[in-house]
């Protein structure tokens, strides 16, 4: 098991590009600080208990991930036993490009501020559209954590339309995922003005109209399997 970090009423400062291993993060004293530098990581214990103590809900969190390198708080197993625990809703957090994977709670907090950072819960669909299928069907230039975001936004979009199917869905959905993943990627530059009207009617109309349209053929395909093996069974 990992050392536990108590921040004692201090200031800890993670350094850049460090990683660092803990079971918990703790403050026995109150009023402590915990910072991470640019492409720092924290990697939990994947044990019980692990994350951060709920007892700790004085402390504040400072962030300080950028573009080129976003700060990590994660498990240390990419499929854990045991998700760690994020801080409780009465900590000050302040963070900026940082990518939280695995946690266990909430994901906002009247007291905590947050600049393009992404939440990963251990339940995203392996084998859909990656990063890098998005940037290469666009060209687009923002960072990885927004892109990241607009693929996990439109996949839950599509995860949720095939619940009343009682479907999750399969790596065969990839090609809906990008397309639909491109629509949301266009309305964001809308919103920002950065695509003009007359390409946001066109192309995002197509590449939705597009997405949705393979999404049903998916629910289809997946209704005439059912019923073959329905008549196997009898």
């Given amino acids: 098991m990992s050392a536990t970090l108590d921040l004692a009423g201090a200031t800890t ?18 009023g402590g600080t915990l910072v ?12 019980p208990g692990a994350g951060f103590v709920a007892a700790a809900s004085a402390i504040i969190i400072t962030i300080n991930g950028n573009s080129g390198a976003p700060c990590y708080i994660q498990s240390a197993s990419d499929t854990p036993s045991w998700r760690w625990s994020m801080p409780a809703v ?4 302040v ?7 695995n946690g266990n709670g909430p994901e906002t907090s009247s007291t905590w501020t947050f600049n393009n950072c992404f939440f990963d819960t251990g339940e995203s669909n392996d084998g859909w559209c990656s990063i890098e299928d998005l940037e290469h069907a666009t060209g687009t230039a923002l960072d990885d954590v927004t892109v990241q975001a607009i693929i996990d936004g439109a996949e839950r979009e599509i995860v949720e339309y095939l619940k009343p199917y009682n479907l999750s869905g399969d ?14 990627l266009y309305t964001r530059y809308n919103l920002v003005g950065q695509l003009t009207n007359a390409t946001i ?11 949705w349209a393979l999404v049903d053929k ?5 209704d005439r399997t059912r019923e073959v093996k329905r008549w196997v069974q009898i």
């Avoid at 009465?90 to 957090?93: K, W």
């Fill in 201 to 211: 009617n066109g192309s995002l109309q197509y590449h939705e109209t597009k997405a």
């Fill in 171 to 184: 790596s065969t959905l990839k090609e809906a995922s990008l397309h639909l993943s491109i629509a949301r």
């Fill in 90 to 93: 009465t900590v000050t957090m």
């Fill in 13 to 30: 400062t993670l350094a850049a590009d460090s990683v660092t291993s803990y079971y918990q993060v703790t403050d026995t004293v109150g």
């Fill in 95 to 101: 963070a900026t490009r940082c990518y939280f994977v």
């Fill in 218 to 222: 998916f629910i289809s395909t997946q």
């Fill in 36 to 47: 991470l530098s640019s492409g720092a990581k924290i990697n939990f214990d994947d044990s």
